[in-house]
């Protein structure tokens, strides 16, 4: 199935509906495993997750990454359409948050070790993303 985000292509030649060829279901995997590692000890993250759910918002976000950037679309079958900014509004996600999301997510994309053509999609992604899901000024 075409997905219209399927054509976004960065400088580097890699399209968005390519990650998944590249880094498959363990690059996913890695990189979300690495980033909700850092979350329980987070300041300022830690306390928007529910402890007894970090293994759901963990498989949450990986299904969805996965799906969006080129594979199944295991996330959209079982919750349909991903309605980022009405799943996020509970939350207070101001700058300081948004910048932290990105600091963990950074550091996540750092230690999975992805192809770096790979990276460079995702890292743009998630800053843009998370700049868009902002709710609160200051």
Do not use: C
Not at 86 to 115: I, K, S, T, Y
């Amino acid at each position: 199935m075409a997905r219209s985000y399927d054509r976004l292509v960065t400088g580097n030649g890699l399209s968005d509906g390519d990650v998944y060829g590249r880094i498959g279901e363990d690059g996913f995997a890695r990189l979300v495993a690495a980033f909700y590692a850092q979350v329980p000890g987070d300041d300022v993250l830690g306390p928007m997750y529910p402890k007894d759910d970090l293994p759901g918002a963990e498989l949450r976000l990986r299904e969805f990454l996965v799906g969006r950037f080129g594979g199944p679309p295991r996330y959209e079958e079982s919750r349909g359409h991903p309605r980022l900014r009405m799943r996020h509004h509970p939350f207070r996600l101001d700058q300081r948050a948004r910048d932290r999301w990105v600091a963990l997510m950074d550091r996540a994309l750092d230690q999975a070790a992805l192809p770096a053509d790979a990276e460079l999609v995702l890292r743009e992604f998630f800053h843009q993303t998370a700049t868009f899901l902002m709710n609160t000024p200051r």
